[in-house]
């Protein structure tokens, strides 16, 4: 499967966003990760659907927007309408009833749908839902902040995950050069990194680090 690699703009500078998103188009990034927080089904508050709206006119990435909210069913045509490519919404913030009517508005504007867990949240949770989503977002940290180290545990969950499920596997969450491989042998081919990357001082060797092959 081919490696993709999204930087999260959480950790850019948000007063030259165009800037950034330029930034991270030529040093070779496939997508771009769009942090969105609440406040309440995470400690934190980021941005919502104005600012997705403006990055859409600022780049051709493709965008994709990691919903940590609650009552996600409520914003997710806000994020459609921004110009989102791909929303990720939280197993622990829907029903599956939700998520239905979620995956059918989605498909009706050919934006993907990804589900995601927490690193405490199993698996079996997200089984239900699996013929329902375009891709998964394995979370590799607790959500709520960039700049977390990575939760090596996480690793078994992606390996018993590709084992039954083909399709994209993203993993978030303190993603840098020492864990890359890793995640990739275990099964994930999308690399969601924030801190590691917007924190480089060369930005387009650190997403080629992510993507190369690493030979142990
Ligand atoms: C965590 C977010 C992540 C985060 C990644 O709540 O979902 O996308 O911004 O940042 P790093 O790579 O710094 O952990
Ligand atoms: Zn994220």
Do not use: C
């Amino acid at each position: 499967m081919k490696i993709k690699i999204a930087p999260s703009i959480l950790s850019a500078d948000f007063s030259k966003l165009g800037l950034e998103l330029k930034k991270i188009k030529q040093a070779g990034a496939d997508l771009v990760h769009v942090d969105v927080m609440d406040g309440h089904f995470v400690p934190n508050i980021t941005i919502g659907p104005v600012v997705v709206k403006y990055m859409r006119q600022a780049t051709t990435l493709v965008l994709d927007v990691h919903l940590m909210i609650e009552h996600p069913a409520k914003y997710v045509q806000a994020f459609v309408d921004a110009g989102s490519d791909m929303v990720t919404v939280h197993i622990e913030t829907v029903s599956i009833k939700e998520l239905r009517v979620i995956a059918k508005s989605l498909k009706k504007n050919k934006v993907k749908l990804g589900i995601s867990l927490n690193p405490a949240t199993a698996l079996d949770k997200i089984k239900p839902v699996l013929g329902l989503v375009d891709f998964v977002l394995i979370m590799s940290v607790n959500p709520g902040f960039g700049g977390q180290a990575f939760i090596p545990q996480v690793v078994n969950k992606i390996k018993q995950l590709r084992a039954i499920f083909a399709k994209d596997i993203a993993v978030d969450g303190g993603i840098n050069q020492q864990n890359a491989q890793l995640v990739k042998d275990a099964g994930a081919n999308i690399l969601v990194a924030g801190s590691y990357i917007f924190g480089a001082k060369d930005v387009k060797q650190a997403i080629n680090s992510l993507r190369q092959e690493r030979h142990r």
